[in-house]
């Protein structure tokens, strides 16, 4: 398989504040193919924005592996990552007028990055113009940032965001602040840039339909790839549906393990078997069965698991009474 365009391994990033760390990755495990469309998602504070700012190189990460395009985020130098954050990634963040200036209309924000960057001349025009024609924006060209949409105003942003040719477009919350047709109109112009510049494009999300609208979707639990959830698209069956072009997709979530096996279980079904601390886990033919473990086998915990049950029944838990008294009477039987 080709070389992965971004491959993190074990990505850790800490923020201290004064004397408190955050862990907001924990050990992340992301590989992305050169060309993928995909989503992002997990409860807010997960660390979505956070894995957004280190592939940007806004953000140092603290430990692990990050490589992008080549390039090893935890080796770069200050001069070297300024760098790679203007020539190799593109940002669109959920304020897309953040990217662009109220006095100039459309052609000119797409140009400014690239005026900046010292390409002048009509090559600068040319490219502004195919830019703002695959975000279907060519009729808007002359309209400043006031006299457009939200939507449009986003749509200028990603434009802006690609003058400069980056490898990588990163979007934080792009649909955010917009309804959900106007948010169609943002996936339509991803879509676009990806099929037609090969573009690769993460899109971080709280809407729950992004799985339609991108190739494949990492959820994040705290700090760490969780799930995937992956597009499976039904054959065609009958002649009809063949000519129809009909399509039935469906969309299967699968539980990730990162490259040492480790994995998440979702918390609902911890709390509906009763799981913490310990399972037992049996290999049944050709799947896995995880179970959780009675109250008899207390004695199978931790010490501190076992100290605490006893603080418990001293406290007179009738409940830790009954195991205890269990535990002890197995005990003494063996
Ligand atoms: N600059 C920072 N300094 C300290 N802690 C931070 C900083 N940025 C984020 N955090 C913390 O890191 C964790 C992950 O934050 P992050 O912004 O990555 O979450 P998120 O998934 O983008 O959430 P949301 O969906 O709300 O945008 C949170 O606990 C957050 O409080
Ligand atoms: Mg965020």
């Known amino acids: 398989m080709a070389e992965p365009i971004i491959l993190c391994e074990n990505l850790v990033k800490?923020?201290?504040?004064?004397?408190?760390?955050?862990?907001?990755?924990?050990?992340?495990?992301?590989?992305?193919?050169?060309?993928?469309?995909?989503?992002?998602?997990?409860?807010?504070?997960?660390?979505?924005?956070?894995?957004?700012?280190?592939?940007?190189?806004?953000?140092?990460?603290?430990?692990?592996?990050?490589?992008?395009?080549?390039?090893?985020l935890l080796k770069l130098s200050d001069a070297q990552?300024?760098?790679?954050?203007?020539?190799?990634?593109?940002?669109?963040?959920?304020?897309?007028?953040?990217?662009?200036?109220?006095?100039?209309?459309?052609?000119?924000?797409?140009?400014?990055?690239?005026?900046?960057?010292?390409?002048?001349?009509?090559?600068?025009?040319?490219?502004?113009?195919?830019?703002?024609?695959?975000?279907?924006?060519?009729?808007?060209?002359?309209?400043?940032?006031?006299?457009?949409?939200?939507g449009e105003q986003q749509r200028v942003a990603i434009a802006v965001a690609l003058a400069n040719n980056p490898k990588i477009l990163l979007a934080d919350e792009p649909t955010g602040e917009l309804d959900s047709t106007t948010a169609l109109t943002i996936y339509e112009a991803f879509q676009t840039l990806n099929r037609e510049l090969g573009l690769t494009i993460l899109i971080v999300s709280h809407d729950p339909t992004i799985a339609r609208h991108v190739q494949r979707v990492m959820q994040i639990r705290d700090g760490k790839a969780a799930s995937e959830t992956v597009r499976r698209r039904r054959r065609p069956e009958t002649a009809a549906e063949t000519a129809s072009d009909h399509h039935d997709d469906h969309f299967e979530e699968l539980v990730v393990l990162d490259s040492v096996g480790r994995l998440q279980l979702p918390k609902q079904y911890r709390e509906a078997l009763n799981l913490h601390g310990r399972a037992r886990m049996e290999l049944v033919d050709d799947h896995l069965v995880i179970r959780s473990v009675p109250p008899e086998d207390l004695h199978q915990l931790p010490p501190e698991l076992l100290h605490q049950a006893e603080a418990a029944e001293e406290k007179g838990d009738g409940r830790v009474q009954q195991w205890l008294h269990k535990i002890r009477r197995k005990k003494v039987i063996e």
């Open 14 to 72: 800490i923020y201290k504040i004064q004397d408190v760390e955050v862990l907001a990755l924990q050990g992340l495990e992301l590989t992305v193919q050169r060309g993928e469309l995909m989503g992002i998602v997990g409860a807010s504070g997960s660390g979505k924005s956070t894995l957004m700012n280190v592939l940007g190189g806004l953000v140092r990460p603290s430990a692990g592996t990050a490589l992008v395009d080549g390039h090893d």
């Open 81 to 150: 990552i300024n760098r790679y954050r203007r020539e190799k990634v593109g940002f669109v963040w959920q304020q897309g007028a953040r990217n662009l200036i109220p006095y100039l209309n459309a052609l000119e924000n797409v140009e400014m990055p690239m005026t900046l960057a010292g390409v002048h001349g009509r090559r600068t025009r040319q490219y502004a113009h195919e830019l703002l024609e695959m975000v279907q924006l060519s009729h808007r060209r002359h309209h400043k940032l006031g006299q457009m949409s939200g």
